[in-house]
């Protein structure tokens, strides 16, 4: 079983579901089972998808064919601006694989790995990009990643190198509880999709809009094509805006119904910061900035635009496709329908209504349009159908009573506020509260862990917690001891040249003539320790002179010296001097030349200029902000 993974349209997310039923079985590897699995899944979902405005494209699943013997589901949403909808999506697969236990999910967007991204900090530091290819995986409701052998004996059960689907999917199976990954790793996947289901209903936005009737009875009966609307006029060009000039099909009426619209928060915002003014040939006339209703009839006028922009794109059908478009309307002639609805039944979709209820019907209805916009976008390619096309055939459909209408108007509840459209510099900071700033005191420990550690080709190499402990040294002193005086009998016996002492060399073992070799061959000649003692003096003399030059100059000035803190700054984080100096050392360092011998502050001294340095990179990437983060520290904008 293998998988092409080609490259992704910005913006868009494509998820896998993979049967683990079928992996080596060719019974579950048919069309029939993989049709079964789609729509129970589509069932499970469809109470958290009934009132989701997705920006672009709904979730989405179909059989894909891996190769000639393997299938999966797959699918494709593309998000465009709203990143909450790649999240929400992140939480129906968190959550089929839930429900579904048999099934493995991937999930990867434009940016591949999306969720080793968002959890980087925490991963372990041996998976990277190039060798996370079929390695990560959303299965039982959790995150796995399927680890890379770490001795001989993990190869009989790990796959070796990049691993096959097959054997990442085995690996999956056997060993769910090897694979996934640690709490702390999952936490800030998890962060991102815990506040679901709730956060669907928090992100909408309510306001108000004067709409011509037909839009106003387009969206009473399908609110969700809000977001088709507002992306063709937020993603309007000069062809678009000929139609807006002429307003074909919904010209604004001398009567303008006042209607109360849900658009999600990011949506609202695309549509209320577009700077617009109509056309005066469109008949669409603004009040003055300044007046009460002057965002309503704006908000109004750009929806109605988009609306007429949806329309103004729809290609002329062929017969044959309207055609195929009328046969796409057949629900429930579709034997799947009825695979659908039982699914439905199963999960207590209907909430034990009985078959003819006023709710029954209801929720009948709301199951038969759901299924319908499946089919719809199954045939999507083959149509060419976009949004426009349905934007179309309801407004011949629709009927309107603008007496209820104008009544509606006096019952309409309140808009939201949309002050959080308005971000102050106090709400930044509130945002980034949650991610932990660094103070002088954390930075001094922090810097000293930092310069005691191994740097090598790839950097420094920080001691990972995930690995494995090494056995501690065995360490025997009477052994040591004994050893160390029968080397200095046999070497004080060769000296005095007794053939008697010599004998007691044999009977030294191996290890112990291993270590009387070392010693004798690192030991320092007489020639040797007078040229290091040579050097060590030049070295001296080298310090002097350079203490004296620097005794002339105003570098001891630069240095912050104990006790030159006030009080208020004492207190604001400076680090204590029993921590000691970065890389060893008392918290104060030794009187420079030419200052009377005042001990520098080494602690403050270090974390003054590294934050200085942090401040002149101007919250761009860094050498000072990549050893902070090697260091586990962040530091504020403070």
Not at 141 to 167: F, K, M, R, S, Y
Not at 530 to 547: I, Q
Not at 574 to 580: E, I, K
Request: proline share 5%.
């Amino acid at each position: 079983m293998t998988e092409n993974r080609s490259s992704l349209p910005d913006n868009s997310v494509e998820y896998h579901i993979y049967s683990l039923k079928a992996v080596g079985d060719r019974n579950f590897s048919k069309k029939s089972y993989f049709e079964e699995i789609r729509f129970s899944i589509l069932a499970k979902i469809h109470p958290f998808l009934k009132e989701y405005v997705w920006q672009e494209d709904a979730f989405n699943l179909a059989v894909h064919e891996l190769d000639a013997r393997s299938l999966c589901l797959r699918g494709l949403t593309r998000f465009g601006d709203n990143i909450d909808d790649e999240w929400f999506l992140v939480f129906l697969l968190f959550l089929i694989s839930k429900e579904f236990s048999e099934c493995a999910i991937r999930v990867n967007d434009s940016d591949s790995e999306f969720l080793l991204i968002e959890a980087a900090e925490t991963l372990p530091p041996w998976i990277k990009p190039e060798n996370s290819n079929n390695r990560v995986f959303i299965y039982q409701g959790a995150l796995h990643i399927i680890p890379i052998a770490q001795h001989p004996g993990h190869i009989t059960w790990l796959p070796a190198g990049e691993p096959d689907l097959v054997d990442a999917l085995l690996a999956l199976q056997r060993f769910p509880s090897i694979t996934r990954v640690k709490p702390s790793v999952e936490a800030p996947i998890r962060k991102r999709i815990d506040k679901y289901p709730g956060y669907i209903w928090s992100n909408f936005h309510h306001a108000h809009c004067y709409l011509p009737a037909s839009v106003a009875a387009i969206l009473q009966q399908e609110p969700k094509l809000v977001a088709p609307a507002v992306q063709a006029f937020y993603c309007r060009d000069p062809i678009d805006l000929k139609a807006c000039r002429v307003m074909k099909h919904f010209p604004p009426s001398s009567r303008l119904f006042k209607r109360r619209v849900r658009f999600t928060r990011c949506l609202y915002a695309q549509l209320v910061q577009q700077q617009f003014r109509p056309d005066k040939r469109s008949g669409w006339t603004l009040p003055p900035p300044m007046d009460p209703q002057f965002k309503a009839n704006s908000l109004g006028c750009k929806l109605t635009c988009g609306f007429e922009i949806l329309v103004s794109r729809v290609r002329t059908k062929t017969a044959e496709n309207q055609q195929d478009g009328a046969e796409e309307l057949d629900v429930e002639g579709d034997p799947r329908w009825r695979m659908f609805l039982t699914s439905l039944q199963k999960n207590d979709y209907f909430k034990g209504e009985l078959d003819g209820s006023k709710l029954y019907r209801e929720l009948f209805r709301e199951a038969k349009s759901y299924f319908a916009r499946i089919r719809r976008d199954e045939t999507n390619a083959k149509l060419d159908w976009n949004r426009g096309s349905e934007v179309l055939d309801l407004l011949k459909s629709v009927s309107w009573d603008e007496e209820k209408l104008k009544d509606d108007e006096t019952r309409l509840e309140t808009e939201d506020d949309d002050s959080w459209l308005q971000v102050s510099e106090e709400e930044v900071d509130r945002l980034l509260a949650g991610y932990q700033g660094s103070n002088g005191a954390a930075i001094v420990p922090s810097l000293d862990k930092f310069l005691q550690t191994v740097s090598g080709l790839d950097g420094v190499e920080f001691p990972s917690e995930d690995k494995e402990e090494t056995d501690p040294v065995q360490f025997d002193p009477d052994k040591f001891m004994e050893s160390v005086t029968r080397m200095l009998r046999q070497l004080g016996g060769e000296d005095d040249g007794e053939d008697g002492d010599r004998g007691d060399g044999d009977e030294l073992d191996e290890d112990d003539s291993e270590m009387s070799s070392c010693s004798s061959e690192s030991s320092v000649d007489d020639d040797e320790r007078a040229e290091l003692d040579k050097e060590a003096a030049e070295f001296a003399d080298y310090m002097k002179a350079m203490d004296e030059e620097l005794a002339s100059t105003t570098l001891a000035k630069s240095f912050v010296r104990e006790g030159e803190l006030s009080d208020e700054e004492d207190d604001a984080g400076r680090p204590s001097g029993d921590g000691g100096p970065p890389g060893g050392g008392g918290g104060g360092g030794g009187g420079l030349p030419g200052d009377g011998g005042q001990p520098v502050d080494v602690d403050l001294n270090a974390v003054k200029n590294i934050l200085e340095s942090y401040r002149s990179q101007q919250g761009i990437a860094g050498p000072v902000s990549n050893i902070l983060k090697s260091m586990e520290q962040r530091a504020t904008s403070q």
